[in-house]
């Protein structure tokens, strides 16, 4: 059975199902208690759960952060709402040098079941300060694990996996899509980490994308459908770190030609990384290079205009894809 439900509420519903289910679940943020949160995701977990389980926490992203690694060494499973990723910098200490390596540092011995979730991009004029994408940043560091869901479903399910994963995850939510509606499986819907989701089966390009960046290239499909007459697969990553390979490059030996969708800056991103892969193990089936969209090379400004050159466009996907086939761009 499945019921239609907000991105947020998804998120919502899969944090309630494992405070429900074990007491070592807690939050902590800042206006995530009394206040439901800034983007209204924990809102109600206040009074359903207490303030010893529903931490408001100081404008202190470091001690907060810290503090919840702590906890979660000694056997608790925090769950840390940044109020965007964009201040997890204030972080970063906690979160790469701790977070990310006391397991290894014990051999094992210690383990960080930590979530670290909020929002993460753009879309919603923020401007430069609440906006930009991490994933890369994030996605560099052995020890931490990197998912973006663009689904509802799949908000819930990474959720439920997340909270139950024994290592620090990162869990980036796109801000822009909190409101948007899905298809949520009742009860317990788990998603792996690790595996990619076909959005969209096609035979003639293949687009890469992960966040709501997937949703743009859905839409780049239908027009190249009814435009030009091609045949496009969408693969959604939804788990950067760790990273589906398999299904980029049977993909790509399907359809001998890719296009990597990145909301985030084009230097060392994720479309370089998903470019490199296929290289490596997909060369001989490609019929032509590897296309990259990207965001501009620029801190992401206020303006509603100039905040939509700035991501990536319907029509700048549509165009790749179009370049990847040796046709003439519209």
């Given amino acids: 059975m499945a019921e239609t439900k907000t991105y947020r509420e998804a998120l919502r519903e899969a944090m309630v199902h494992e405070m429900d289910r074990d007491e070592s679940v807690i939050l902590m943020g800042e206006d995530i208690g009394v206040y439901g949160g800034t983007h209204l995701i924990t809102d109600g977990l206040y009074d359903k759960y207490g303030p010893r389980r529903v931490i408001d926490t100081p404008i202190s992203e470091n001690g907060f952060t810290g503090a919840a690694v702590g906890m979660a060494m000694m056997g608790m499973r925090p769950i840390v709402e940044m109020m965007t990723w964009n201040f997890s910098f204030l972080a970063a200490d906690q979160i790469i040098q701790n977070a990310a390596k006391v397991r290894y540092f014990s051999g094992g011995q210690v383990k960080v079941p930590l979530v670290i979730r909020g929002p993460n991009g753009g879309g919603v004029q923020l401007s430069a300060q609440h906006t930009h994408s991490l994933e890369s940043f994030y996605g560099h560091f052995p020890g931490l694990k990197v998912v973006a869901p663009v689904t509802p479903n799949d908000a819930k399910g990474m959720m439920l996996t997340a909270i139950r994963d024994d290592n620090c995850v990162i869990f980036l939510e796109a801000g822009a899509l909190y409101g948007t509606k899905g298809e949520v499986e009742e009860g317990d819907n788990a ?61 790509v030996k399907k359809t001998h030609r890719a296009v990597a969708v990145e909301e985030q800056w084009r230097w060392f991103g994720v479309a370089s990384e998903v470019a490199a892969i296929i290289q490596e193990k997909a060369f001989d089936y490609l019929d032509a290079p590897v296309e990259r969209v990207s965001g501009a090379e620029t801190p992401a400004p206020y303006a509603r205009n100039l905040e939509l050159l700035a991501f990536p466009s319907e029509k700048a996907v549509a165009n790749a894809a179009r370049r990847a086939l040796y046709m003439e761009e519209k």
Avoid: H
Wanted: charged share 35%; glycine share 6%; net charge negative.
């Fill in 191 to 251: 998603v792996p980490f690790g595996k990619a989701r076909i959005a969209r089966e096609g035979s003639d390009v293949t687009l890469i994308a992960y966040g709501r960046q997937v949703n743009l290239c859905l839409r780049a499909a239908e027009t190249l459908e009814e435009e030009d007459g091609v045949d496009a697969e969408v693969i959604d990553l939804r788990s950067l770190r760790p990273f589906d390979e398999d299904a980029i490059v049977e993909s």
